[in-house]
């Protein structure tokens, strides 16, 4: 990349669309965007279980949906860490019993929600609670620093300075940087979904849950640590965050909500025929 790309370590984060919100992945809005994408590409069987489940037109109600296991967090604690995978970023590659302890990790707990939702021996009530876990948590294992064990909490411990504001890495992907685009939800699914062509969709839905979530963590590494080496420290220890920075991960961080969306209805329809 040109003169830009050079500025690169003295910065660390990424854009995605133009929302906030609290400290879910990709902001509520970023989980709204992916469900309401999703919905686009679900099939005839799918679109009508998800609507029967959820009780409304498939886009209204996986957008509600979205942000629903973000909600209940607080009372059901033993759902924290349904939204992480600790993938060593040395390692980069997934081992069940080092990395999800227990299966309580989003890979075991969206492989199960996925055998829930396709079982329809299953109450209607706990096929539609696996069904709002799998729309929210195919969000979050495409936010980068929820698939990686960087040894700093998934960038929480990583003290950042953007612009007028301290804040870390983490809060500063999940929260700072969707601001760089303008729009509201459905403007941002119409300019997302416009660029997703057939060979994208067919090319980001293979794979498995455990190849997207190592992607996620490799993006983790590469294109988020390593633009902190060597990076400018301010005196207080904080990492210098360029305003301009947002624009240089734009594409990285518009292509992983558009795969999440992708991958969710893929997801959706593989349990829903």
């Not at 960087?150 to 007028?164: I, L, N, Y």
């Not at 979904?193 to 590469?222: F, Q, T």
Request: with cysteine.
């Amino acid at each position: 990349m040109p003169i830009r790309r050079l500025c690169i370590p003295l910065l660390a984060a990424t854009a995605l669309l133009a929302l906030s919100g609290p400290a879910a992945a990709w902001s509520p809005e970023g989980h709204q965007v992916i469900a309401r994408m999703a919905a686009l590409y679900l099939t005839k069987n799918a679109k009508a279980q998800v609507e029967e489940l959820l009780g409304a037109s498939a886009p209204a109600a996986m957008v509600k949906a979205s942000t629903w296991a973000d909600e209940i967090a607080a009372r059901r604690p033993e759902t924290k860490a349904w939204h992480y995978v600790n993938i060593p970023m040395a390692e980069g590659k997934y081992n069940a019993a080092r990395d999800c302890p227990g299966g309580n990790c989003a890979i075991a707990r969206m492989a199960a929600d996925m055998k829930i939702l396709a079982d329809k021996t299953q109450p209607a009530e706990r096929r539609a609670e696996a069904l709002k876990f799998l729309i929210n948590l195919m969000g979050d294992i495409h936010q980068p620093l929820r698939c990686v064990d960087d040894g700093q909490d998934h960038g929480r411990d990583v003290k950042v300075q953007f612009g007028d504001r301290s804040t870390t890495l983490f809060d500063l992907w999940e929260t700072d940087m969707p601001k760089s685009l303008q729009g509201t939800v459905d403007q941002v699914v119409s300019r997302l979904s416009g660029k997703i062509k057939p060979e994208h969709r067919r090319a980001w839905a293979s794979g498995s849950l455990i190849k997207w979530c190592e992607e996620s963590a490799g993006h983790a590494k590469v294109n988020i640590h390593d633009d902190f080496r060597g990076a400018a420290r301010l005196s207080n220890g904080e990492l210098l965050v360029s305003l301009e920075y947002p624009d240089v991960k734009h594409r990285l961080a518009s292509e992983q909500i558009s795969r999440a969306a992708v991958r969710l209805a893929a997801a959706l329809n593989f349990s829903l025929k």
